[in-house]
């Protein structure tokens, strides 16, 4: 596996695609809709490419940092001045004129105005808006990336799975063939009535025992490969047959990977998104409450505009008054009927939830990390223990049969030591799978970026 690197959050463009590691043409179909990428065999890192080109998680945690852009924007509007501009038109028909001297009816009337307002002071608010933008950003790119980690974690599993459910049909196939050339031996050997009829019932039963543990394996395999396809976000063909063509490049393996407890836990704490994620959410309603308590202070604006309208005492709708304008307001809600009060307070205990869900999601990322650990050491050390149990279980499985040929063994120590040495090659891919698995879970508790995905700076 390449070298581990650690995951820092960095700013990221709303369009988050560019972190993927393969060109895009990867997803283009071939003919009768077979992907592209099914018509070559597929490496695990190609398939992390395709769950970042495809998945649905991914997909929507691009929506939804798309989304918190436009929340960024909106949250900095305060900032930025406000043009606005109205006007109106009127006409009027008399139905009796009122019997003034000289007075004469107007039937049009008409105003337009154009102003720009630049706030200047909101009681707090305008530097709140700045670093809640900020915070805002921050967050949005910390939850994407814990979505991109959940799914590289997931297609790593299912390939994992796909792996060794390969690897435990091809072990009950050589078991199914053993045993089937173990009937054919006792049926000779009964022919020649050197053993008697129940030899071959014997090598006949444990054959037919075995065959459903292939059946099972064969279907373990379709299914592994089916949740495959489909966290990598592929949809396969309603004519597809039940047991898709998967070829896969990489396979099971044991790359020693050493890390302390202490050491995880203090990673975890680091470099965990969603808790960075948390703790900008703290930082963001303590923004809250700045922006409540502004409700007991002032506000400034200033303002500059351009005018015109038509005279309210000449007939003329074409004869225009017109001018600039330039001012400043100012606007100061003496009392609002405990408003103010009431969101503060509500804003408060926003702020202490926040730091509530902090504390906690850093008490669960340490059991996560504790729990992965464990389950890593049990999977290391189960896959060090059958180190040379394979080789064994085939040497007592050579030495049975030479002892069989020679009249100083039994057929049932044959068959003994040939569900044995089954046993052994299905233990020793378990083992396998879960020693890669319990890696690949206890790296994702850690916050450890392996495959070295990055999301560039906006």
């Known amino acids: 596996m390449n070298g581990v690197r650690f995951l820092k959050p960095v700013f990221v463009s709303i369009f988050a ?4 590691l393969s060109a895009g043409a990867q997803t283009n179909s071939t003919g009768g809709g077979i992907p592209a990428w099914n018509s070559r065999p597929l490496s695990l890192a190609d398939a992390i490419n395709l769950v970042l080109q495809q998945n649905g998680s991914v997909l929507r945690g691009k929506s939804d940092l798309e989304a918190q852009y436009g929340v960024v924007v909106q949250t900095r509007a305060i900032v930025v001045p406000k043009v606005t501009a109205n006007g109106d038109y009127q006409y009027t028909r008399e139905t009796d004129t009122i019997p003034f001297p000289g007075f004469q009816p107007i039937h049009n009337n008409w105003t337009a105005n154009i102003q720009i307002t630049q ?57 199914v063939k053993l045993l089937g050339e173990q009937v054919d031996d006792q049926n000779k050997r009964f022919e020649a009535g050197t053993v008697p009829r ?75 998104t969603e808790l960075a994620a948390l703790r900008k959410a703290e930082a963001l309603r303590n923004e809250d409450v700045v922006n409540a308590r502004a409700g007991y202070k002032p506000s400034f604006q200033t303002f500059a505009g351009y005018g ?77 223990s059958q180190k040379k149990v394979q080789e064994e279980a085939e040497e007592a499985l050579r030495l049975a049969i030479a002892r069989a040929d020679a009249g100083t063994g039994t057929q049932l120590d044959v068959l003994s030591a040939q569900t044995s040495l089954t046993q052994a090659r299905s233990t020793q891919v378990q083992a396998l799978h879960d020693y890669d698995v319990a890696r690949a879970r206890l790296e994702r508790a850690i916050g450890i970026n392996t495959y070295g995905l990055s999301i560039p700076k906006r």
């Open 17 to 20: 695609a560019a972190m993927i």
């Open 119 to 175: 706030s200047i002071y909101e009681g707090g608010r305008i530097t709140s808006a700045l670093r809640s933008a900020r915070l805002t950003k921050d967050q949005a790119v910390l939850q994407y990336q814990s979505v991109v980690a959940d799914a590289v974690l997931a297609v790593r599993i299912a390939y994992y799975d796909v792996l060794s459910d390969a690897a435990q049909v091809e072990v009950e196939v050589a078991s």
């Open 198 to 272: 129940f030899n071959v019932l014997q090598a006949e039963v444990a054959l037919a025992n075995e065959r459903p543990r292939l059946i099972q394996a064969r279907s373990a395999y379709r299914i592994a490969k089916n949740n495959l396809v489909n966290v990598l976000g592929y949809q396969a063909p309603l004519g597809a047959f039940e047991d898709l063509s998967v070829e896969l490049t990489d396979h099971l393996d044991a790359d020693p990977y050493q890390v302390e407890l202490p050491v995880a836990v203090a990673k975890a704490l680091e470099n965990r």
């Open 308 to 384: 015109a309208r038509n005279s309210s005492f000449i007939t003329d709708p074409a004869w225009d008054v017109y001018g600039y304008t330039v001012g400043v307001q100012f606007s100061w809600n003496i009392f609002d009927g405990l408003l103010t009060k009431g969101k503060v307070e509500q804003a408060k205990a926003q702020r202490q939830g926040a730091r509530v869900q902090v504390d906690n999601e850093t008490r669960d990322i340490e059991l996560e990390v504790r729990t992965d650990y464990s389950n890593f050491i049990e999977a290391r050390e189960t896959l060090e």
